[in-house]
């Protein structure tokens, strides 16, 4: 199997060994396929007061588009009402470009899943987000990444490779959209608030990082300068991409770092997760465990359960055996029965070895509780997004 490289121009890591064909063939395809239109989001303040002034419009007016996108999540020039009638029009079409149509909708689990595929406007790539409410919170899963370039074999996206990045605009957008629905009750149960968001969807954060942190800010940044959706509440989920790992652990910001692990040793990992060959399982659990230290946040690891592949005693014991290397209890591991995709060869655990994985790392004195598949039923569950028109 050969390593997937990761996109690099922003974060300068090469993971793989065979640099050039691939990355050309992306920056081709960048260049013929452009750039989303300039967001709100993707502005600096200094480039939101700049476009205003071009409009005409003095800099207090940027503060209330704020408003209006952060505290009300609305982009409709008709609910600009505080906006100079005249204005209204121009400022939504400057600041706020449709960069996602919604292209279907499905719902499941009593109407409480709701997994909506997005067709990007300006070039018509696919992506999707799944949207899951719970007694006490609703999570939004979003995407950072058209595809994913990382190659692991079990995963949908993985299957599709990666198109191209999705910028801030794109990834905010998906959870304006989710906060509105949650605010004005259209997902079962009543109006309520988006609470937490984690980056498993489509992508890799780490092979977006700029995009990635830039809308982490904005999401957590409190009105109106954001959604004032808890840091504490967002995860940024990886496949191990160490360097990235290091950056996030440098901007102290208290996300959840989780990191998809899915086999204790080397050997195994090499199979699963193609990155392991680029960033072992020693590193990316030092990195990993560095920003426990760093943080004082557990580190979720994820581990997606493989029937007799890396789901036997053994495995279990292994894994334990290498968090407890650590000695503090830092890591809380997110065991999950594989959603097996279309024509994969692995299926999910028996539920005896599930049961059995969760004790062995109980006894161990490991923290662990099974992941739940919501949105299984409609493709909507982890590992299971590969957007396609249906
Ligand atoms: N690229 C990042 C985040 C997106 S994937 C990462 O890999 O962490 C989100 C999670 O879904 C990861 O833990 C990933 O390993 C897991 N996953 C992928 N395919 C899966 C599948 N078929 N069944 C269960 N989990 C899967
Ligand atoms: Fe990419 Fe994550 Fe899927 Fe691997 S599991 S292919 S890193 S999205």
Redesign the pocket.
Known sequence: MTIPEIDTPETGITPGGTSGAFRDVLSKDHARRGKPPLHFVDMTPAQRIEKAAELGLPKFRVKQLANHYFGHFDVNAAEFTDFPAAKRDEAAAAFFPQLITEVTRQVADESTTIKTLWKKLFDGSLIESVLMRYPTRATLCIS?QVG?G?G?P?????KLGLTRNMSTGEIVEQVRVAAKMMRDGEVAGGEGRLSNIV???????MGNYNSVLSAVRQISAMPPEGFGISARNITV???GVVPGIKKLTAEGIPVRL???L?APSDELRDEL?PMNKRFNTTQVLDAAHDYWLASKRRVSI?Y?LMRGINDQAEHAQLLAKRLNHYGDDWAHVNP??????EG?KWTASKPEDEKQFLEILHRASITATLRDTRGQDIDG????LAAKER
């Open positions: 950072s994913c990382m692991c079990f995963c949908a996206t993985g980056f498993m969807g489509m992508g890799e954060p989920s990886t496949v989780a990191v998809s899915h997760v994820e997606a999950i029965p594989l959603n097996p995709i994969s569950a982890c590992g299971q």
